[in-house]
């Protein structure tokens, strides 16, 4: 079974956990794949975004950390 790589939106209090296809409060249509696949880090403004960001959920550490090596990685 192949795992998905960790997304900055599994740390996000926007995320909204109740849509099949992953949706927020800045994308209610549809996250991006740029951000949900890609590892755009929505801490910074995205086009579209209505000026919605990322806000860590309550025990979101340790998805942001997984999320944060993994791009530390795909920098190198």
């Known amino acids: 079974m192949m795992r998905r790589r960790p997304s ?5 209090d926007r995320l909204d956990p109740d ?16 951000i949900h696949l890609g590892g755009f880090d929505h801490r910074r403004p995205y086009r579209d975004d209505r000026g919605v960001l ?10 942001l950390r997984a999320y944060e090596i993994r791009r530390s990685l795909s920098v190198r």
Do not use: H, N, W, Y
């Open 19 to 34: 849509r099949r296809a992953p949706s927020c409060e800045a994308f209610p249509d549809g996250i991006p794949t740029e």
């Open 8 to 12: 900055i939106c599994d740390a996000c």
């Open 54 to 63: 990322f806000v860590l959920r309550d025990g979101g550490e340790r998805a």
